[in-house]
């Protein structure tokens, strides 16, 4: 009997293992998970080979044999010799400039994954498309799947350090490796429209002065490298801009910031009386930490939109002296979740050495008029007051704030803290969507201080007389 039993149970697994290995004869049609795989924008290396040509991220197909037997099927692109693609099906890699792969074994009923990369040629033209069909031939039946790359030639900039004054230009992108820096009493000035695109890590250092001169139309944009559909919201593709102790008069106007770590951070006193940072019309989001960070700075907001950053839209540490009117501070995305900290957060807490003693204390003064601070958290704003430090002067009137701790406070009538709405909905056109603009019946309306000689709003749209609170005038 156990003889018997034996022998069913060879003959079982020798009958599975017979059916893996018989390959069906007949043309077959295979199954795929699209029919085109599309890398988006990349950046070619047209005018420099000091980089390794630059490649896209890893896109996957997924390849299905439908029948009950096995196949073998025989891959290779139609026509790829400028080797604008490579592929790798489950761990062999393509070969020749066709990329071929012969008598890949596709299991009955089972899938292979097909892993492709777009490479870009440094002697293409400024800006162009390829597609590429990739072709599978089982048994005589050839299907195809496109491959479909668009690509930019950029300027490429790799530790560049700026020691003239230089001008930035809309002709083409800018792509930055690793960091670039901007030298004492050196101006580097970015005008409309110019691209900028910052691969892992990278960081703009400015230890003279930054000039982004940007418009509503036709504003300046730094983001990420990666224009793939699925990194359009993702944050921390890049370090931000860092402006450095030494640099001064920096003024960003039109600019949309996205994608970093820190969208902007600002390091101590200018050396002379001016703002060291003046900021207007722009836009920051999407920040994995802050997007404007300050440390002792003195800094100007007009009419700017900072939102959806993982801990802060605003911290000013360690003192410091901050103007800002009619600016939108708003902590509701996707990339908020989990956040314990106030978005918008002050401190006047004195620099300390490691052992905790007193090295030096930096005056903290602020000027809040117009703003809407607004987020998912119970308190949205944080005073954070230290014995040791030394606050001179504040000034918080007629902004919408969302606070519990500190109601009472904003809501007094006196000459310093007048006129502001606490914990009144400032009823956003579609938060889900990131639009902050306001709708119809928001408290907002009328709401702002009307003597701030600013008569425009981040669209450039003329202020209602009173003025709407927050970026954005309403309609």
Request: hydrophobic fraction near 35%; proline fraction near 3%.
């Amino acid at each position: 009997m156990r003889y018997v039993l034996l022998l069913i149970v060879v003959s079982f697994i020798m009958g599975s293992c017979r059916k893996d290995e018989v390959f069906t004869s007949a043309p077959v049609t295979l199954n795929f998970s699209t029919d085109t795989v599309d890398f988006d924008t990349i950046f070619s290396l047209k005018d420099t080979n000091s980089l390794t040509t630059p490649k896209s991220i890893t896109l996957r197909l997924i390849v299905s044999n439908p029948n009950d037997n096995a196949v073998k099927t025989n891959i290779e692109l139609e026509g790829n010799l400028l080797s604008i693609f490579k592929i790798n099906a489950d761990g062999i890699p393509g070969s020749g400039n066709l990329q071929q792969i012969e008598n890949l074994e596709i299991r009955g009923k089972d899938s292979v994954y097909i892993f492709i990369q777009s490479y870009i040629k440094p002697d293409l033209v400024d800006e162009f498309s390829v597609a590429e069909n990739l072709i599978f031939n089982t048994n005589g039946n050839k299907q195809s799947v496109v491959l479909l790359s668009y690509a930019l030639n950029a300027n490429y900039y790799k530790e560049e350090t700026f020691t003239k004054n230089t001008t930035w230009s809309d002709a083409k992108p800018y792509v930055i490796y690793d960091d670039i820096l901007v030298e004492k009493g050196v101006t580097l000035t970015i005008n409309p429209g110019v691209k900028i695109y910052n691969h892992n890590n990278s960081t703009i250092y400015v230890a003279g002065t930054l000039l982004i001169d940007g418009t509503v139309d036709n504003p300046v944009v730094l983001q990420g490298d990666r224009l793939d559909d699925a990194y359009k919201e993702v944050p921390n593709q890049w370090n931000g801009i860092r402006i450095l102790q030494t640099s001064i008069n920096n003024k960003i106007n039109g600019a949309i910031i996205k994608n970093g770590f820190v969208g902007i951070r600002v390091d101590s006193l200018a050396s002379n009386a001016n703002p060291k940072l003046t900021l207007t019309q722009t836009k920051i989001f999407d920040m994995g930490a802050v997007g404007l960070l300050s440390y002792s700075a003195y800094i100007k907001a007009e009419n700017n939109l900072i939102s959806d950053c993982g801990q802060y839209a605003f911290f000013g540490d360690l003192g410091g002296r901050y103007d800002f009117t009619f600016n939108t501070f708003v902590a509701l995305g996707g990339g908020t979740t989990g956040r314990q900290n106030a978005t918008f957060t002050l401190t006047n807490r004195p620099y300390r050495n490691e052992a905790g003693a007193i090295v030096k204390v930096f005056p903290l003064s602020y000027n809040l008029r117009n703003n809407i601070i607004w987020g998912s958290n119970d308190d949205e704003i944080n005073f954070v007051r230290d014995v040791d430090g030394n606050t001179i002067s504040s000034n918080v009137k007629n902004n919408n704030i969302k606070s519990v701790l500190f109601r009472d406070e904003l809501i007094q009538k006196n000459t310093t803290i007048d006129f502001n709405q606490v914990n009144f909905d400032p009823i956003f056109v579609d938060a889900n969507k990131k639009n902050y603009k306001l709708k119809g019946g928001s408290p907002c309306t009328g709401a702002g201080e009307i003597n701030t000689g600013i008569n425009i709003d981040l669209e450039n749209k003329s202020r209602n007389n009173p003025p709407a609170i927050g970026c954005y005038e309403i309609n």
